[in-house]
């Protein structure tokens, strides 16, 4: 195949006939799960200065002293609030990931962060400027009476690593991060949380032994905190003692590039679906720090599993040379880039370069009837064509339709895919002509990923038909 070309496989015919769940009563039940998950999201915040407005916080607005100190109070509650409705998010809960899935929830985690920060540092001004009201001193001579009280030097210590969190969570200043680097200062707002709590328990009558709110704000703190502890660290524990997975051996799939093929024991129970990751940990001298948010490459069996790695940093490098019988810990399975998110009869796919890696795992999970999915293969040059073949064998066992574009991004036009296609009048509807009436599927580089999924927006493809899965943490 030269590059710069446009090629379609033809269907084959006699395939044998497929059971397609309803997707659309499936998309319908999700769809009203994940409504019920947003408004508790809200409506915690809500009922947070619901409860304090209730149980005499009304009554303390009398002055404009006490308006503001009270004001004050009900933004630090929404802000903690938030804070730990963050903390849920990215607890990486079954029940959410299977509903609104694991981007949207961490998408709508980093959207909270500043909105709490912004609660948060309100919270302190409001009761420095309300406080110094009623005590005639100026609010910054407020800060040192302030720390003088018991649990009071943990607040400010807490706000402070929950700004470092937010900072560091900036794309511009995430970059300069490695993965690693990156996800343990932001193990951070869980201490910031923690050193918080002792003042919000200790502090006036707010939070009073016995209160309705007390009750409240524990039960919180609880589904918080509990939920990392299960699900981010005992069930990974257990999960990894109980399938015992290693390294069974490593083979190169082209420069830069390598499978890693493991084993184990009763993987199947993991019930993965294709398209979803898992984060690697891999328990060598040199890899045993740095984990690993990978995709599966293909659908595990019972006692065996593969990813597919492209060396794209340090991290990724040393993973590439591990030796056989390397021990591998992880979490997983996570995402909803697998045929479970579906909604509509036709399945569109996109993917470029390495992306290919869930895209090979979800085509392969996918139940499809022949004719129904069209296939669009991206890559730059010939060297990075990683898997084509067996996606090519893949589409011709569904009966799936193939298009291949090789070659440097176009100038003009959408800009992702090759000039030559672009001259040609080649566009996103024509390759997929039942685009309206089809799921889109896109994974690979961010940048490229952005443009097709612009361009499918400008053809008017529904949203909640737009699945994508960029390589970018």
């Known amino acids: 195949m030269s590059a710069n070309t446009t090629t379609r496989r033809p269907v084959p015919s006699g395939s044998s006939r497929v059971a397609v769940p309803d997707r659309r009563k499936q998309y319908r039940r999700r769809a009203r799960i994940a409504d019920v998950l947003v408004t508790a999201l809200w409506a915690s915040g809500a009922a947070a200065a619901a409860l304090f407005l209730a149980t005499g916080g009304a009554a303390k607005f009398g002055t404009v002293a006490d308006a503001i100190t009270s004001l004050g109070i009900v933004t630090g509650l929404i802000g903690t609030d938030f804070v730990l409705v963050m903390i849920v998010l990215a607890a990486r809960i079954p029940v959410i990931d299977r509903t609104v899935g694991h981007d949207r929830a961490i998408a709508v985690h980093r959207s909270l962060g500043k909105p709490a920060l912004y609660l948060l540092l309100a919270h302190g001004v409001l009761l420095m400027v309300g406080y110094g009201m009623n005590s005639g001193f100026n ?180 993973i590439s040379s591990v030796r056989p019988g390397t021990r591998v810990s992880f979490e997983g399975p996570y995402g909803m880039f697998t045929d479970a998110g579906r909604t509509a009869p036709k399945l569109a796919i996109v993917v470029a370069g390495i992306g290919i890696t869930p895209v090979r795992a979800f085509l392969e999970d996918s139940k499809v009837r022949p004719g129904e999915t069209t296939i669009l293969l991206r890559a730059s040059t010939q060297d990075e064509t990683y898997l084509w073949n067996e996606i090519s064998e893949l589409a011709a066992k569904k009966g799936a339709r193939l298009y291949t574009m090789v070659g440097k991004r176009a100038r003009s036009g959408p800009g992702w895919m090759p000039q030559a296609d672009a001259s040609r009048g080649v566009t996103l509807k024509s390759v997929f002509p039942d685009l309206a009436n089809s799921d889109l599927y896109i994974c690979g580089p961010t940048a490229w990923l952005d443009l097709v999924e612009n361009d499918a927006r400008r053809a008017g493809i529904p949203e909640h038909q737009l699945h994508t899965e960029r390589f970018d943490w």
């Open 139 to 318: 609010p910054i001579a407020e800060i040192g009476p302030m720390l003088a009280i018991p649990d009071m030097p943990l607040a400010f210590i807490g706000l402070g690593l929950l700004i470092a969190v937010v900072i560091t969570s900036l794309v511009a200043v995430r970059r300069k991060f490695s993965y690693e680097g990156w996800h343990i200062v932001h193990l951070l707002s869980y201490v910031a949380v923690l050193v918080a709590v002792p003042h919000q328990l200790s502090v006036g009558a707010i939070l009073a032994a016995g209160s309705v709110e007390r009750v409240y704000w524990i039960a919180l703190y609880v589904l918080a905190f509990g939920s990392i502890a299960t699900y981010r660290f005992a069930e990974p524990v257990i999960s990894t003692f109980r399938h015992r997975l290693q390294v069974s051996r490593v083979e190169r799939v082209a420069p830069g590039v390598v499978s890693i093929h493991f084993s184990g024991r009763n993987l199947r129970s993991l019930e993965s679906a294709g398209g979803q990751f898992f984060v690697w940990r891999f328990w060598t001298g040199r890899t045993w720090w740095h984990s690993h948010p990978i995709s599966l490459s293909s659908v595990p069996t019972d006692t065996s599993a593969r990813i597919t790695v492209r060396d794209l940093g340090t991290g990724s490098s040393a």
